[in-house]
């Protein structure tokens, strides 16, 4: 049998439709579980952050910079990063954001007041 005809063969049998099929039904409960999780977990940090840009008097039309940054901290905290690692991480971030113009006051009571993070 030649090299390509044994190709063609592996490949129809590794992507076989219906296989693919009996296992994603069988991971999907599993998997929505977790997004529901973490589309909750999401949505509360969003809401945190934008009780902390409003307290600090932060003009709507900057809210979805600092929603990323605080976005990046989050998946920064999903990462299981923690101690004195994350503060360092976090001081990066913070750095990066304040490069592109935003107020690290506002940056610092995000990365404290919503995420928990210290100064390094």
């Avoid at 529901?36 to 910079?65: D, R, S």
């Avoid at 610092?108 to 928990?116: C, E, G, L, P």
Wanted: proline residues 3%; glycine residues 4%; charged residues 30%.
């Amino acid at each position: 049998m030649s090299d390509h005809i044994k190709r063609l063969e592996s490949w129809k049998v590794k992507y076989n439709t219906e296989r693919v099929k009996q296992t994603l039904d069988e991971l999907r409960p599993n998997m929505l579980t977790r997004y529901e999780a973490t589309l909750a977990q999401l949505v509360a940090m969003e809401e945190k952050t934008k009780q902390v840009l409003n307290e600090c008097g932060v003009h709507t039309i900057l809210y979805v910079p600092y929603l990323n940054y605080s976005r990046q901290l989050l998946k920064l905290t999903r990462q299981n990063i923690s101690g004195e690692s994350a503060k360092k991480a976090a001081q990066v971030l913070l750095d990066k954001w304040r490069g592109r113009g935003l107020d690290p006051d506002v940056l610092a009571a995000i990365r404290f007041d919503v995420h928990s993070i210290t100064a390094p």
